[in-house]
Nanobody, 121 residues
Framework: QAQLVESGGGLAQPGGSLRLSCEAT????????VAWHRQGAGKERELVAS???????NVADFAKGRFTISLDNTKRMVYLQMNSLKVEDTAVYYC???????????????WGQGTQVTVSA
């Protein structure tokens, strides 16, 4: 079954940077409508940034100017570059997207398992 696997989370200091990666398994031939979401402890899951067929690039207000989402279909990868990290960015970050295992059948919306990002001094 096609999967998305996140990596790159960890501990960062306020003002620091992290780059999250999301890799699709080998059976995936194409990714579309990708996004990063996050969920802090005791909080609801929220959209961080997305690249969709209908709306193009969308970045949450709290992430504008600090976070950048990118998609590389040659590598089946989605990235989230996070700069100027704040304590309040601490959360589990999830990658999601429509994964195509064949262009002969519709894609499936898939979520990764999440990667923990902790911002602390």
């Amino acid at each position: 079954q096609a999967q998305l696997v996140e990596s790159g989370g960890g501990l960062a200091q306020p003002g620091g940077s992290l780059r999250l990666s999301c890799e699709a398994t080998r059976d995936v031939v194409y990714l579309s409508n990708v996004a990063w979401h996050r969920q802090g402890a005791g909080k609801e899951r929220e959209l961080v940034a997305s690249i969709t067929d209908s709306s193009g690039l969308n970045v949450a207000d709290f992430a504008k100017g600090r976070f950048t989402i990118s998609l590389d279909n040659t590598k089946r990868m989605v990235y989230l570059q996070m700069n100027s990290l704040k304590v309040e960015d601490t959360a589990v970050y999830y990658c999601t997207g429509d994964v195509w295992t064949s262009f002969m059948s519709p894609p499936q919306t898939t979520w990764g398992q999440g990667t923990q990002v902790t911002v602390s001094a």
